[in-house]
């Protein structure tokens, strides 16, 4: 039990990464990425192909984290003139790429049988008996540090840049702000953590394989920022885990009501999601937690106006 537990608490790791990444370009900056699930097999491949090929484990994630930012930020130059339904077709179909190369391009990720054996970092080092726990430890850092990271972004002028273009790039525009350099760098941000996300992964199973990266991975990540509050790090965390205690909590259905097949599991496991996900809009339409927003400082003695000498 406490082996399944920390499993999952290790794929709640990842989930929340992805959904971090889709908070930077969507909840923060506007831009829908439907090919998010793209963005995390390009990250898993390339660090799984580097790390067979003999790189050390932090190489390949250096170096996974830079092919997806670049790809992120070719993507928003390529569509950047385009609306934000035209921009959903582009990542989406950028996702659908992906998928199709990893599915037949065998001689370099193995097409539909996948890469198996992939190295995972220091084992040696910390054993067999202790690595899950310590892999744990490990995301769970990463996520903090990612997590603090993106809190100083929302808080800074780049942060409130990102914002105001989501809500009026016009506006914004016409205010000095570059809203194609804000854009590339909301893309490619996301696009870094996205790779991060795929190399846990990677690593986590020591295997991978175009089924990890279905549509559906890119769906959780919407629902776990739509439930944790668009903009919200803090909420999206939330939201995730939420989500993720749906999804295995339904999977012991089956022993409470045993006439049900595992067909009919996994088609009860997205209703109840859905269920909870319309539960949530109808009620909490903000979502579970608000994004954070600078607030103008209130009047004081010390700065309130003059007196105008009138009674």
């Known amino acids: 039990m406490i ?82 339904d035209y921009l959903a077709i582009v990542t989406l179909g950028f996702g659908e790429i992906v998928r199709l190369v990893t599915l037949n391009e065998g001689w370099l990720t193995g097409g539909a049988l996948g890469l198996p054996g992939i190295p995972r970092p220091l084992v040696e080092t910390i054993g067999s008996e202790n690595y899950e726990t310590a892999f744990l430890a490990g995301a769970v850092l990463i996520v903090a540090i990612v997590y603090f990271g993106l809190e100083r972004l929302t808080r800074s002028p780049v942060g409130a840049a990102l914002r105001a273009v989501r809500d009026d790039d016009l506006v914004a525009s016409s205010l000095g702000r570059n809203v194609l350099l804000l854009r590339v760098k909301a893309f490619a941000l996301g696009g870094g953590i ?26 959780y990540a919407f629902m776990a920022v739509i439930a944790g509050g668009r903009g919200s790090h803090r909420g999206l965390i939330l939201g995730a885990c939420s989500i993720m205690f749906l999804l295995e909590a339904s999977r012991f259905l089956k022993d409470v009501i045993e006439v049900l097949d595992n067909a009919q599991i996994a088609a009860i496991r997205l209703i109840l999601i859905g269920a909870g996900l319309i539960l949530l809009l109808i009620f909490r339409p903000q979502g579970l937690m608000r994004e954070y927003r600078l607030s103008a400082p209130r009047a004081t003695a010390a700065t309130a106006p003059p007196p105008t000498g009138k009674e």
């Open 194 to 219: 996205t790779a991060i996300a795929g190399s846990l992964q990677a690593f986590q199973f020591s295997y991978i394989d175009p089924s990890q990266f279905t549509a559906i991975m890119t769906a």
């Open 3 to 84: 082996a399944y537990l920390v499993t999952i608490a290790t794929l709640v790791s990842i989930a929340v990464l992805i959904a971090m990444a889709l908070n930077v370009q969507w909840g923060m900056c506007g831009m829908v990425n439907f090919g998010l699930a793209g963005f995390v097999a390009l990250g898993a491949y390339t660090t799984a192909i580097l790390t067979l090929a003999g790189w050390p484990a932090l190489f390949a994630v250096a170096a996974s984290v830079v092919v997806c930012a670049v790809m992120g930020g070719l993507l928003s130059l390529i569509s950047m003139r385009l609306s934000e």
